[in-house]
């Protein structure tokens, strides 16, 4: 299985961004996929999941803020952030697994896409 994020890049503070994700090279019905972030210093967050069923979970930081949505026909996901600060710097990482919020329920990693935000 492969994770390719995308989108990440220098920002403007108070922007909108949207990051994707392809998966390739499995089958994905089965499997939960999201978003965890890891910024300067800091330790990996949990962001989304969602599995194929549209089940959504988002982590307690992010929830009401951002938004997970995925294409089950592409093997995509998506994830849009509003009103960009520099708090949400950070690279950002794909994820497929088990539905979950733990760093361990994901067994499949992308290589990341490293999100700058400047004020």
């Known amino acids: 299985v492969q994770l390719q994020a995308s989108g990440g890049g220098l920002v403007q503070a108070g922007t909108s961004l949207r990051l994707s994700c392809a998966a390739s090279?499995?089958?994905?019905?089965?499997?939960?996929m999201g978003w965890f972030r890891q910024g300067p210093g800091k330790e990996r967050e949990f962001l989304a999941t969602m599995n194929s069923r549209s089940l959504r979970h988002y982590g307690d930081s992010v929830r009401g803020r951002i938004t997970i949505s995925r294409d089950n026909a592409k093997n995509m996901i998506y994830l849009q952030i509003p009103d960009l600060s520099t708090e949400d710097t950070a690279v950002y990482f794909c994820?497929?697994?088990?539905?979950?919020?733990?760093?361990?329920?994901?067994?499949?990693w992308g290589q990341g896409t490293l999100v700058t935000v400047s004020s």
């Open positions: 994820v497929a697994g088990r539905f979950g919020n733990r760093l361990w329920d994901y067994q499949y």
């Open positions: 090279g499995g089958t994905f019905d089965e499997l939960a």
